[in-house]
Every structure is written in structure tokens, then in C-alpha cells.
């Protein structure tokens, strides 16, 4: 399918106009610093980020980035303002990070939510307020891809899948690969034996010892992470894999891989999805509390969306979708047309305040626009 052509505007315009009418929505325009604490995007932004990130230093020798993502730089603006009080913000400039095809500066838009308690209605909201954006930037004829993260581990849960294997589950689920290597009998990777010593040595050690070794290991070496990992996340693979040797295997065992790969197949409408989603919860014999009311949840946030006037008819629902970012814990979408790249994409965090250090936790929902994407500015 060709993608339209989008106007042959600038994007500062057009930016000026979305942020606009953002702003007229009840988001309040603010502009976190560019430089940033490196530590938040190495624990909770996804491998994507994590490996694209520009590094510095302040005058100190602490590790500073330039900005690879407005999420996380919001939160912590939204801590040092009203850490625990409901606020909605919208805001507008650059981010930097090395894209295969972009530049190494990009422009992004969005808005972030905290704090309303009316769940699926802030979803609907924000969705929509995306939808209309890109309206305002030219693009009318959007493709809308939903997810559910919030339902994906739900469904995990369910299974009672172990902790190590569900967190090597949701990366495999958020980097697009398949679940082999998280399946029980699944071959390790090449080279992994030269690690059985050090699996061996761990096995039964204290986790909080084991990542502090690693930590102090990285630290003497002058690293701060290694293929977008953070040390934690090292130790905590490594401790992973000592336990699935310990006990015979903590992946996923057959039949949940099963219910999994059914699980990530089931794509449709929302209403479709949702009938297909409790068939395969009954066909699977699942019974978990926070499952019945993940599934709830969606049938009435696709309510919300559909009071709003949207075509929810046109939408698709994937089970199988996630997005780059660790710290999504709902709802997700993403935004084009036809086969050409993301234009707007965003979801809901509710734990990322609380993983930020605040004592209130908050729920959180937003979305972020590829300003130069939309516009088709730069070309």
C-alpha cells in the first residue's frame, strides 16, 4: 500500500498547531532539561532505547544522556512539581538517540497523564486526543494498532509462569522475537557452556549478592552496561539461567507456550478480540482473579473508545504486540499509514512514578508524536 503524502509544510507549524491544541485540551506545556540522569533509561526504558543513547558526563563524573524519550524526563519533572498530585502535561522539542534512518535528532510532541483514576476513559481520552493530532498534522487516514500489557500479564500470572521466565517473556514480547528461547528444552544459545562455571558457582547464592558482585565487576571495569543492559539486568539473566539449570528448567513448559503462541495469534476488532480472548481463557482452563478483570478493563475501555465516535470497527487488536519500552503496564497503541513508520504510539504506566522514587504511586497514560514523521519534514 503507497502512503499518502502528508502537506508540504514545515513541521514547526505544525507543531506549533498540535501543541495548541494540546494545550487547549488541559495539558499544561512544560520543557524538561535535555541532559538527564543516564540510571532511569538503563532500568526502564527498553533494549531499543538503552542501546542508542548519547553518554556524558557532568563536572562531577557522574553519567548524564541527552534525552532519548520525553516519558521518563516528564515524570521526573512531575516529581519535582507535585509529586503525588493528579496533573496532565503536554510538551514539544527534541530527543536524541541513533536511529537506523533518521537523524541522531528528532522532534517529538505528546502529552503525559497522572493520576486519574477513571482508567479506561483516560485511555479512550488520549487515544483519541492522538487521532486528532494527527488530523490536525495532515494524516486522515490512520491505521490503529491496540495492545494490552496489563492483559498479557495477567495472563502470565494465570499460568503461573515463573518470575524469571515471565520477565524474559514480556522482553521477548517487546523486541518482536519468538518464545524459544524462553521454552523449556529449548537449546541454549551458541557458546552459552563457557558460562556453566559461573552458573554453577551462583546457583543458591543470594540474589542481592550476586548483582552486587556483578555491579562492582562492571563498575572496576568502567561500564555501566553492556548491549543496552544494566548491571542489575545482567545479574539478574545470570541468576535466571542458574535457576532454569537448578531445577531442570523455569521457562515456559509446553502447554503454557502453547496458550501463549494461541494468545499472541488472536488479532481483530476489539469486540471480535475480546470474544476470542475469554475462548481462549475458558478453552485453557485459566482461572485468575486480576485476568477476569484485565479482560473487564478492555471490554470497557473499548466502550469508552467508541463513545468518543471513534471506528473501533477499523482498529486492530493484536495479542501479540508490544512496544519497545519496559515500563508499560497497559494499554498500548501505535499510529500510521499503511505500511510507513509510527507516527504516534503510547499507553499507559502506571508503575513508572513509583520506580522514579515517588511514595504515591500514580496512574499514568500518554502518547508521543513523531513531529517530522507526520509532517514529512526533512525529506
Not at 514545515?10 to 495539558?27: K, M, S
Not at 556483578?214 to 542458574?242: N, Q, W
Request: proline fraction near 6%; aromatic fraction near 6%.
Amino acid at each position: 500500500m503507497t502512503r499518502p503524502e502528508p502537506d508540504t509544510e514545515t513541521a514547526e507549524p505544525a507543531q506549533a498547531r498540535l501543541i495548541a491544541h494540546l494545550a487547549a485540551a488541559g495539558y499544561a506545556p512544560v520543557t524538561p532539561p535535555v541532559l538527564q540522569p543516564i540510571e532511569p533509561f538503563l532500568e526502564l526504558s527498553g533494549e531499543d532505547i538503552r542501546r542508542r543513547i548519547f553518554v556524558t558526563q557532568d563536572s562531577g563524573g557522574a553519567e548524564l544522556c541527552l534525552r532519548p524519550e520525553f516519558t521518563i524526563p516528564v515524570c521526573r519533572l512531575h516529581r519535582q512539581r507535585a509529586d503525588g498530585q493528579a496533573a496532565d502535561y503536554s510538551y514539544a522539542g527534541p530527543v536524541f538517540r541513533l536511529t537506523a534512518g533518521e537523524p541522531a535528532e528528532i522532534v517529538q510532541a505528546g502529552i503525559e497523564s497522572f493520576g486519574r483514576t477513571d482508567t479506561p476513559a483516560a485511555d479512550a481520552e488520549v487515544l483519541s486526543l492522538a487521532l486528532e493530532g494527527l488530523a490536525l498534522l495532515g494524516r486522515t487516514s490512520p491505521s490503529v494498532r491496540l495492545g494490552d500489557m496489563g492483559l498479557t500479564v495477567a495472563l502470565l500470572d494465570g499460568l503461573a509462569v515463573p518470575p524469571a521466565a515471565k520477565r524474559r517473556t514480556l522482553r521477548a514480547l517487546a523486541a518482536g522475537r519468538s518464545l524459544d528461547a524462553v521454552t523449556n528444552g529449548a537449546e541454549g544459545a551458541p557458546g552459552e557452556d563457557r558460562h556453566a562455571g559461573l552458573l554453577a558457582a551462583i546457583q543458591g547464592q543470594d540474589p542481592q549478592g550476586v548483582r552486587a558482585f556483578v555491579e562492582d565487576v562492571l563498575a572496576i571495569a568502567g561500564i555501566s552496561a553492556v548491549g543496552g543492559r544494566s548491571a542489575g539486568e545482567i545479574a539478574e539473566r545470570f541468576l535466571g539461567k542458574a535457576t532454569a539449570q537448578a531445577n531442570g528448567g523455569a521457562g515456559l513448559n509446553a502447554e503454557n507456550r502453547a496458550i501463549l503462541d494461541r494468545y499472541r495469534a488472536v488479532t481483530g476488532d476489539p469486540d471480535a478480540a475480546a470474544r476470542d480472548l475469554r475462548a481462549l481463557v475458558a478453552d485453557a482452563g485459566v482461572r485468575h482473579g486480576a485476568l477476569d478483570a484485565a479482560l473487564d478493563l478492555f471490554e470497557e475501555r473499548t466502550g469508552f473508545i467508541a463513545a468518543r465516535g471513534l471506528p473501533i470497527e477499523s482498529f486492530r487488536f493484536q495479542g501479540g504486540f508490544a512496544r519497545n519500552l519496559d515500563y508499560y503496564t497497559g494499554f498500548i497503541f501505535e499510529v500510521s499509514e499503511g505500511d510507513g513508520p509510527v507516527l504516534v504510539g503510547g499507553g499507559r504506566y502506571d508503575g513508572l512514578l513509583a520506580h522514579l522514587g515517588s511514595a504515591a504511586p500514580l496512574p499514568a497514560v500518554g502518547c508521543t508524536f513523531w513531529i517530522e514523521r507526520a509532517t514529512g519534514a526533512g525529506r
